[in-house]
Each structure stands twice: as structure tokens, then as C-alpha cells.
């Protein structure tokens, strides 16, 4: 088994080891050291990257027979290469994952809520709580408990213990592993089983800030970060704001309720458009019918809109059931999107689903319904006064 340089020492940015094997493995080369300070992706923690001899680390991860497999894509020159960590994304990786430990024991300290899982992403690190459900209070409680331990800059040390030694430690949570354990402690804090980096002392994690929650699986998932992504988050987070205080020229502080008064603002206007939209087509319905050539025994209303939507259209024919016996066909175009609405009074027995599928093909386009009403849609706009040519004619023989 490989032997893991990265549980004493944490910070070990470079190490020679041995090469003991070179397998061809998913487009590359998978290498196996007799020691590593590479840690490999596991228990929630991402692989590190860096250097192998000349070659970039593709990926780190645990074989069956627990080695460390470092797969690079050529083949290493040396048989003793050295190895270098990207120690940016690993002291990262140990602030975060030294925070989750602070934060999985202040929710057991304030709440009683347990920690069933933990992931380690590349903006943003969570972990899911066994609750279905968490109020702000619990959350304020925890973050200023976890935030006066990483002031306190406790120490955080790592020993192997023996299995019957164990069960004395008052782990946070049991460990399923069999055989000697590597146990990883904040002093007087928190005690946990963990093969992950850890920083030596708390301070070191530079603060833990709880980001959002979200329901998810009957569990509660608390999404954080720690040390210089607190930075990273507010910067961004700032600069969003920023921009939409500055589309509305307001201060930060003003931006939500200014935001809120736009959102009730056009509510308003939708409602107000709708009930002019309603009248208009009345009124166009009217006036279309009036214009309509008459076919046997009906008038064929026949138009095309431009910078408009299909709901107006179905206003439109709505309206027209108020005129008389009528065959609708209708068109309307907006942002590069055609559709056609077929439709007839209710004493007309033409085939409209027939014509509009015709039609469609004109467009580029599909669409169906009933021989009553049909509706389809297609992207070739300058083809729609053809199309409904195509239909009025189509109808008439
Ligand atoms: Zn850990």
C-alpha cells in the first residue's frame, strides 16, 4: 500500500518517492509510488493536481488495494520522480474541509443535528444534515460558534488509533472503517475519524460563512465557505448587486425593495395590457369581419399580425364567434418564430387541421389540433403570407 506522506504532514508541498508501476489507463498512464503527498478524491475531498516528474497529475485516485494511483497522460522518465502539489487548490481544499468539521460539530453542539454527508466543490463545499428542516435562528448559532473556535486558533492534530481505543473517543459520528483509525481532533471541540488535510490551527480555516440552504432528500443541505473563498463569494456577490443597485440607480441596501416594487409594477401593466389586449381584438375582430370577403355562405377573415403572440390571435378568434359564421386564418410573426392559427364558427364543417398542416410545411414547421382549430408553429417568417394563401386556397377547392 501506498504510504500516505499527507497524513503527517499536511503541509508537504514536495516529495521523491519510488516508482513501483506504470499501467495504461484511460488515454494516459497510471503510476504507482511506494509514497505520495498527493491526496486521492475521497471521503468528499477532491484529488489534488500538480506535477509528477515532467508530467502533469490528470487525476489522483484510490485503488482496490488501497494505493494511491496518480494518472498523468505520458509516461514519466524518471524512476524516482519527484512530486510537487498545487498547493493553492490543496490549502484551499484544507480550509474547507477543516471548516466542515467546526461546522458539522457546532450544529451538533447548538442543535442536535447531525452531519450524514459532505462534498467539496470547486466555488462552494456542503453538507447535509440529518432534519427536514432549519430555521435562521439555528443557522446564526452556529456560524458565531464555528467562527469563536476558528479565533481561538485551536489546534487540529491527527493520530492513528487502535480499534478497542475507539469506542473512549467520543467520535461525532461512527466510523464503519475496520482496523486502526486515523482520528483527527480539535481541541476540545470536535473528534472525528478522517483521512482528509486539515490546516494545524483553526484560525488558519480564516472564517466559515453559511452561504444558503436548501431541502434536499428529506435533508437539510448547508452550502458554505471558508478562508479565501469568503473573499471570492463577496466579491461576487457584490458585483452582482452592484449591477442591478445600478440599473434601478439606487444604493445596495434599497436594491430588494426597489426590485419587489418593479416585480408588483409589472404585474400591474400585464393585467392592464391583458384587458386592453381583450378590447382591441374585440374591436378588430369586428372590423375584420365586416372587411372579409363572403364564401359560401361565410366570411373568410384571413390576416397576418406582425410583432405578435398567439394569444392575441386566440382573442381575436374568441371575438369573431361573436360576428357570425366565420373561417379564421390567421398569422402573426415575432422574433423570428411564425405560427398560424386555424379556426371556424361552430356551424362550419371545414377541415382546418388538413390546411394548417399544409401550411406548416410552407414555414418549416408542425403543428395539429382539431378540423375545428388547429395551430402550428415554424421558423421561415417570410413564407407566412404564402402559407396562409396556400390554406384559404386549400379550403375553397
Ligand atoms: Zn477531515
Same mark, same amino acid.
Given at each position: 500500500?501506498?504510504?500516505r506522506l499527507y497524513y503527517n504532514n499536511s503541509y508537504l508541498k514536495t516529495f521523491v518517492a519510488k516508482r513501483l508501476s506504470s499501467t495504461p489507463k484511460n488515454h494516459g498512464i497510471a503510476i504507482i509510488l511506494d509514497q505520495t503527498a498527493f491526496y486521492p478524491t475521497s471521503g468528499g475531498q477532491p484529488n489534488d493536481r500538480g506535477r509528477l516528474g515532467d508530467q502533469e497529475i490528470l487525476d489522483v485516485f484510490e485503488d482496490d488495494n488501497g494505493n494511491v494511483v496518480h494518472l498523468v497522460s505520458h509516461e514519466i522518465a524518471s524512476e524516482q520522480p519527484t512530486g510537487l502539489i498545487d498547493w493553492e487548490r490543496r490549502h484551499d481544499h484544507m480550509q474547507q474541509h477543516t471548516g466542515q468539521h467546526l461546522l458539522s460539530q457546532a450544529f451538533l453542539t447548538t442543535? &442536535? *443535528?447531525?452531519?450524514?454527508?459532505?462534498?467539496?466543490?470547486s466555488d462552494y463545499a456542503t453538507i447535509d444534515l440529518?432534519?427536514?428542516s432549519?430555521?435562521? /435562528? %439555528?443557522?446564526? *448559532? /452556529?456560524? $458565531?460558534?464555528?467562527?469563536?473556535?476558528?479565533?481561538?486558533? &485551536?489546534?487540529?492534530?491527527?493520530?492513528?488509533?487502535?480499534?478497542?481505543?475507539?469506542? %473512549?473517543?467520543g467520535l461525532r459520528k461512527e466510523s464503519q472503517r475496520e482496523g486502526?483509525? &486515523?482520528i483527527v481532533s480539535i481541541e476540545d471541540f470536535d473528534v472525528s475519524a478522517c483521512g482528509g488535510t486539515h490546516v494545524k490551527q483553526t484560525a488558519e480555516i480564516g472564517g466559515?460563512?453559511? &452561504? $444558503?440552504?436548501?431541502?434536499?432528500?428529506? %435533508?437539510?443541505?448547508?452550502?458554505?465557505?471558508c478562508g479565501n473563498r469568503i473573499l471570492k463569494a463577496h466579491r461576487s456577490d457584490s458585483e452582482n448587486l452592484t449591477a442591478v443597485a445600478r440599473q434601478f440607480s439606487v444604493g445596495l441596501a434599497e436594491a430588494p425593495e426597489r426590485v419587489e416594487k418593479q416585480i408588483q409594477e409589472n404585474k400591474y401593466l400585464r393585467k392592464k395590457l391583458q384587458e386592453k389586449n381583450r378590447?382591441? /381584438?374585440?374591436? *378588430? /375582430?369586428?372590423e375584420l369581419y365586416r372587411l372579409a370577403r363572403e364564401q359560401q355562405g361565410l366570411k373568410l377573415v384571413r390576416e397576418l399580425f406582425e410583432d405578435e403572440d398567439t394569444e392575441f390571435l386566440k382573442l381575436i378568434i374568441q371575438a369573431l364567434h361573436d360576428q357570425g359564421p366565420f373561417i379564421a386564418l390567421l398569422g402573426c410573426r415575432r422574433g423570428g418564430q411564425a405560427n398560424l392559427i386555424f379556426s371556424q364558427s361552430a356551424s362550419s364543417r371545414f377541415d382546418l387541421r388538413e390546411a394548417l398542416v399544409e401550411s406548416c410545411k410552407l414555414i418549416e414547421g408542425k403543428g395539429g389540433g382539431a378540423k375545428s382549430m388547429a395551430q402550428g408553429g415554424g421558423r421561415k417568417v417570410d413564407q407566412l403570407e404564402a402559407a396562409l394563401i396556400l390554406a384559404e386556397q386549400k379550403i375553397l377547392s
Open positions: 500500500m501506498t504510504e442543535g &442536535r *443535528l447531525n452531519t450524514v454527508g459532505f462534498h467539496l466543490g440529518d432534519t427536514d432549519i430555521c435562521p /435562528a %439555528q443557522l446564526d *448559532l /452556529a456560524e $458565531k460558534l464555528v467562527n469563536e473556535i476558528v479565533s481561538e486558533n &485551536r489546534n487540529v492534530s491527527s493520530r492513528i488509533v487502535p480499534p478497542e481505543e475507539v469506542p %473512549q473517543l486502526p483509525l &486515523r466559515v460563512v453559511i &452561504r $444558503k440552504t436548501e431541502r434536499v432528500n428529506r %435533508q437539510v443541505r448547508v452550502e458554505f465557505v378590447v382591441l /381584438a374585440g374591436l *378588430l /375582430a369586428r
